[in-house]
């Protein structure tokens, strides 16, 4: 059975940074492209980040490109979103979720995925 666990959300002042992280298990994480979406209340979950299992290409919706950095630790099966100069507009709930592709044009899409995490809630806010 496949899981994953979102954790490292909360609240945070404007410009401060968070980490999340995804720990995934029931899989052969190493096969598997990790992407990151949010949704803010009221809104449609977007695309955020996404690093391909291939080459460990990354790629970055243009409204995190610059302050967000997604990496990956194979032997953890773990896959990290480092959040830096956190916006307000940045508040939603992050959701990581697993692909077997690896182009941006599939890795973007989320209706291309094949398991989702729980979701964890980031807040920016003063």
């Known amino acids: 059975q496949v899981q994953l666990v979102e954790s490292g959300g909360g609240l945070v002042q404007p410009g401060g940074s968070l980490r999340l992280s995804c720990a995934a298990s029931?899989?052969?994480?190493?096969?598997?492209?990790i992407g990151w979406f949010r949704q803010a209340a009221g809104k449609e979950r977007e695309f955020v980040a996404a690093?391909?299992?291939?080459?460990?290409?990354?790629y970055y919706a243009d409204s995190v490109k610059g302050r967000f950095t997604l990496s990956r630790d194979n032997a953890k099966n773990t896959a990290y979103l480092q959040m830096n100069s956190l916006k307000p507009e940045d508040t939603a709930v992050y959701y990581c979720?697993?692909?077997?592709?690896?182009?941006?044009?599939?890795?973007?899409?989320?209706?291309?995925?094949?398991?989702w995490g729980q979701g964890t809630q980031v807040t920016v806010s003063s």
């Open positions: 979720a697993v692909n077997s592709g690896t182009s941006y044009t599939v890795l973007a899409e989320l209706k291309t995925y094949d398991y």
């Open positions: 029931g899989l052969t994480f190493r096969l598997y492209s």
């Open positions: 690093i391909n299992w291939s080459r460990g290409s990354t």
